[in-house]
């Protein structure tokens, strides 16, 4: 069966990655960090991407856009679920699933030019990690030549009015955008930038607003680990979004963002033991935001 598993053997690329890789990293909203491990090693972003670009289209359509177009909802189902968009009435229910993700890459402005609209992702991934980050070539094409389920899951949304620009343009720049190397340091950056109300902790420059940060951490606390984010809420109280390459981004509003790193994946795709040190560390911090 096709899906996310301990092997990551889904997306060919990652397969290869060294299993006992393991870096954390904290930024604290005041711009202090903490990091320990592989920290500066760079990963495949993957479904982390999501955050990105909804902060993006958050910033480029407002709120109530990316709901009506999108949706703002859980699907609590896998994150290519093709049965979550036909349960919900044809919609892809948020951006941070495949579905939402691949709407959301049609929506970037502006519409209809590759290049613009990668630019802006790029911009914006480069805004919220406080660095630039590159594509793995590599990735890219591996990601490429096997996403047969998110074509699928494309044409589909064509069909049912969520895409809102060329279908291949749209379904290439979320395969590219997931495709983007990171570090667990600029995963904690990102976090730290949308937990302190939008605005970078170290360089100071406003990426989102308040509002739209607010917003864009209940999209991750609602959805950021599948089908198993309510037993990750229920267990830790605090919001994180997964990515397929192992990596964890999570955001404690208006205390610090954390990164961390570790390439084997539980069952829906969440690394395990990223997942055990943003536990141990929510515990050991008193991080609950509930
Ligand atoms: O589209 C995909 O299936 C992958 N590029 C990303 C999936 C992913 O990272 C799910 N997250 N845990």
Redo the contacts with the bound molecule.
Sequence with gaps: MKG?DEGRD??PYLANIDSSLFGLSVCLVDGTCFSLGDAAHPFGV???SKVFTAALILKQLGPEAVREKIGADATGLP??SIMAIILENHSPSTPLV?AGAISACSLVEPTGNFDAKWAAILQNFEDLCGSPVSLIDELYRS?SAT?F??RSIAWLLRDYGRIYDDVDLSLDL??RQ?SLAVTAEQLAHAAATIANGGVSPTGGKEVLSADLARKLTSLICTVGF?QSTGDWLYRTGIPAK????GGILAVVPGVMGIGAFAPP?DA???SVRGQEAVAALGEELGLNVF
Excluded: R
């Design positions: 996310p889904y997306i993957e479904s982390i994150f290519n495949n990601e996403n389920d998110n979320y395969t997931c599948y997964s990515g397929v390459g994946l829906a795709g969440n």
